[in-house]
């Protein structure tokens, strides 16, 4: 039997889906220059996302033994200021998938999973795919004294938490970005046909 999430998992065409991605994560941590890679645009310094903001993509290599299935993504990048929080929180219902993000740089930007990963409990279903990414990894290449989230801390957090996957990426470098992101929506993809 499908959970009620799975059952909302709208099939527009005969194989194609649509689900709903939310990007949460502290403020300036990267989630919207994640999605802005995704969608094949640059990086660039930006202000605060400010409410929510969307961004749509369509994948095609979902499935090897049928080249008709595809899925439509909603990608909602959520602020992860304070005042918004209320707002932010409200867009996780009925998600499909989040990405929880965090600067590897940044020691409280992982203390806030917490508050993040018990938003998503509260607001969605079992059956959610969350991984979790660790963002800015350039900077601490280049100076390693700036790492501030072991890589050790960041796989205790995933299986404390039973989530998916963790990696650390760079949408500064476009480092990690798509390969993370398509093994995401085949897990998702393979949670619907299960």
Request: aromatic content about 10%; overall charge neutral; hydrophobic content about 35%.
């Amino acid at each position: 039997m499908q959970s009620e999430n799975t059952q909302q998992i709208k099939k527009t065409e005969s194989k194609k889906y649509m689900i709903k991605v939310v990007v949460l994560g502290d403020i300036n941590v990267g989630k919207t220059n994640i999605i802005r890679r995704l969608l094949g645009q640059e990086f660039e310094e930006l202000e605060a996302t400010v409410g929510v903001e969307f961004g749509y993509l369509e994948a095609r290599d979902i499935d090897k033994e049928d080249k008709n299935v595809s899925l439509s993504i909603q990608l909602w990048d959520t602020s992860g200021a304070e005042r918004y929080r209320s707002i932010t929180t409200s867009h996780i219902r009925n998600a499909d998938g989040a990405l929880l993000v965090y600067d590897i740089n940044n020691e409280m930007s992982f203390s806030a999973l917490e508050f993040w990963y018990d938003c998503i409990k509260k607001s969605s279903s079992d059956d959610i795919v969350i991984y979790l990414i660790g963002n800015k990894s350039d900077l601490a290449l280049e100076d390693r004294s700036l790492r501030k989230v072991s890589k050790e801390s960041a796989i205790e957090f995933v299986k404390k938490n039973n989530l998916y996957h963790w990696t650390e990426c760079s949408a500064k470098n476009n480092i990690n970005i798509k390969d993370t992101f398509k093994s995401f929506y085949k897990s998702k993809y393979n949670n619907i046909i299960r």
